[in-house]
């Protein structure tokens, strides 16, 4: 407890604006995380009295600084050397409000300063507190969760340091240099960011998005090769990184996505869990883009370091969970091996290292040929898209809606009591209402009235979805038969071995074709929408709109996929499934509105016009 009250203290001091270089708020966390893994402070309530702390001592600087005013503040930041921070949080916060604040508080060097400069500038204290919460709840949730989950491994070196001190210290050195050089261009990078008008909106225009079949073939190609030759490399993101360029993060993380489902149904059955690595290095990627558009070698190598710092962090822990700590190239496991069973180092540290010592050589080879293709594609002026998504509306609306608690309760409860049918369908309805209010412009939550019409829509949209995907359940029907007969009766000759090769590729295409249903959800939606059950069932219509803009069908479907993928795994023990799966359904509803209303005009065209009398 005492160690709780320390931090928060100091926590709460740094908010204010007492300088403390020796203790940082990010240090503090994640101290704060290694204690709450040790054992020694309760998890919620460490979590709770950071958060408070972080939240109240920013609340009183804006009020000191308001009194301050500035003349005297910019006397003393002469003196300690934070007149320039002061003055980019000032222009961040005059441009952008309260997502100024949001953005800002998370660069590093600028989140107390914006504290001051939102007092100085006298922004109002609920706009200022509009951007405060996000922001100390997402940093809080940063560097706590960092502390936590690298805590017991923290530990495990510490208590083996007698052995391990000079392997933890070049591990260290390493992680400081990296540290060091990548942080002015990654406090470039949110700078450029502030107000959010680039990253949450999508423009699908552009080589990036005309490329994403290509992008999405190379990566599979590429890591075919890799396990039919036994290569000491994975090869799936080469496409990832250069769609990611061209395009944007969105882009980058749609083709990781789409390549790991094609692989885990193709060459790879276990590639699907780790989509979460390619999104990160797609979206990672596709924000270093941002730092500066003329590509210099200088950017291509802070590429290849954000690249393989992200394929090590995210793989490592599916790594340990899925395959005791093994990457399955060859040359990682043995290398694994050798860190964790003769030298005895921790689980995690060993793992981490003999990814690293994969993905270093692996993403400088991803990095170098993303560069020469893009060298080699033609030079285009850039043209203003004629279509713009705004992804980052879609995932606000919910909560500038009126009465948004009450209705989102209903759908919590539509969702417990889902077992009874009529509930689930009519969360359902309640969906296809959302993304009718999107499709109309109209951007909030409706109400939960005209129940029926909902119930309605719900048995719609869901026998909709059965019917086209039922021909993958059927092809996958063989193949369940054929083990169930096969444990039964022993194993066959040669026919049989055939025959099971046969049912393998009904399968395969089984599975493909529900990756291809679930990349067409926004395209379906829109059907249905415009024309209703017998509309959304048509092939040619839903195609019509896919061409219209292949780019927006595949980077909405896979953000969808994404949003299911979350509420349903990692997000459920954080927050809880009733919060969740109603959030990234209703999401996904309002992108699916917004995405027909940017493509009806491709359905309309194949109507056929009135012939005068």
Not at 137 to 166: S, T
Not at 398 to 403: A, I, K, M, T
Request: one cysteine or more.
């Amino acid at each position: 407890m005492t160690l709780a009250v320390v931090i928060c203290g100091l926590l709460f001091l740094e908010e204010v604006g007492v300088p403390l270089p020796f203790a940082p708020g990010d240090l503090l966390l994640a101290i704060a995380g290694i204690a709450v893994a040790a054992g020694k402070v309760p998890a919620p309530m460490m979590v709770g009295l950071t958060l408070a702390s972080i939240v109240g001592g920013a609340l009183l600087g804006r009020e000191i600084f308001a009194l301050l005013g500035w003349p005297r503040v910019m006397r003393l930041a002469e003196r300690l050397h934070a007149r320039a921070p002061l003055e980019r949080a000032s222009q961040m916060l005059e441009r952008n409000g309260w997502r100024a604040v949001f953005t800002a508080r998370l660069i590093p060097g600028l989140r107390v300063h914006t504290t001051q400069v939102a007092g100085l500038n006298r922004m109002p204290r609920l706009e200022f507190l509009a951007g405060l919460v996000p922001a100390a709840a997402v940093y809080v949730g940063a560097f706590f969760g960092l502390g936590f989950a690298f805590g017991r491994p923290i530990l495990a070196v510490i208590h083996d340091a007698e052995r391990q001190a000079l392997y933890v210290i070049g591990v260290v050195v390493v992680a400081a240099i990296l540290m060091l050089w990548l942080r002015r261009r990654a406090q470039r990078t949110l700078e450029s960011l502030g107000g959010w008008s680039g990253i949450l909106k999508f423009r699908p225009g552009g080589a990036g998005v005309a490329l994403i079949p290509v992008c999405i073939g190379l990566n599979v190609t590429g890591h075919a090769i890799a396990v039919a030759l036994r290569l000491p490399l994975f090869g799936d993101s080469i496409g990832t990184v250069l769609g990611a360029v061209l395009g944007g993060p969105w882009v980058g993380a749609s083709i990781g996505l789409i390549t790991n489902f094609v692989s885990s149904n193709t060459v790879d059955p276990i590639a699907a869990p780790y989509a979460v690595v390619s999104v990160a290095i797609g979206f990672g990627a596709g924000l270093v883009g941002y730092l500066d558009q003329r590509r210099r070698l200088a950017d291509w190598i802070a590429l290849w370091s954000v690249c393989f710092l992200l394929a090590s962090l995210f793989s490592t822990p599916l790594n340990l969970l899925l395959n005791g700590g093994k990457s399955g190239v060859p040359l990682g496991d043995a290398l694994y091996s050798y860190l964790a069973g003769i030298l005895h180092l921790p689980t995690f540290l060993a793992s981490f290292l003999a990814e690293a010592a994969i993905d270093v050589p692996d993403k400088l080879i991803t990095v170098l040929a993303a560069l020469l293709i893009y060298r080699a594609l033609p030079t285009r002026a850039t043209e203003q898209a004629a279509v713009e998504l705004d992804i980052g509306r879609a995932f606000v609306f919910v909560f500038r809606s009126p009465h948004r608690l009450a209705r989102l309760l209903v759908a919590a409860l539509c969702l417990l009591f889902f077992w009874l049918l009529v509930p689930l369908f009519l969360l359902a309805g309640y969906a296809v209402a959302v993304a009718r209010m999107a499709h109309a412009g109209d951007h909030q939550l409706p109400g939960w009235d005209h129940l029926g019409e909902k119930l309605r829509d719900g048995l719609m949209i869901t026998g909709l979805f059965v019917v086209w995907n039922l021909p993958g359940l059927l092809l996958g029907v063989p193949t369940d038969l054929a083990a169930s007969g096969a444990s039964g009766t022993g194993a066959g000759g040669a026919g049989q071995d055939l025959l099971n090769r046969a049912f393998g590729v009904l399968a395969t295409l089984g599975g493909l074709w529900s990756l291809v249903v679930l990349i067409l959800q926004p395209a379906i939606w829109g059907q249905y929408l415009q024309g209703g059950f017998g509309a959304a069932l048509n092939l040619g219509g839903v195609l019509r709109r896919v061409r219209y803009n292949a780019g927006l069908t595949i980077v909405v479907g896979a953000l969808a996929i994404v949003l299911g993928a979350l509420a349903v795994s990692g997000f459920v023990t954080l927050i809880g499934g009733l919060v969740t799966l109603p959030f990234a359904a209703l999401v996904s509803a309002h992108l699916f509105g917004s995405y027909s209303r940017l493509t009806d005009g491709a359905a309309a065209v194949a109507r056929p016009a009135a012939v005068p009398a």
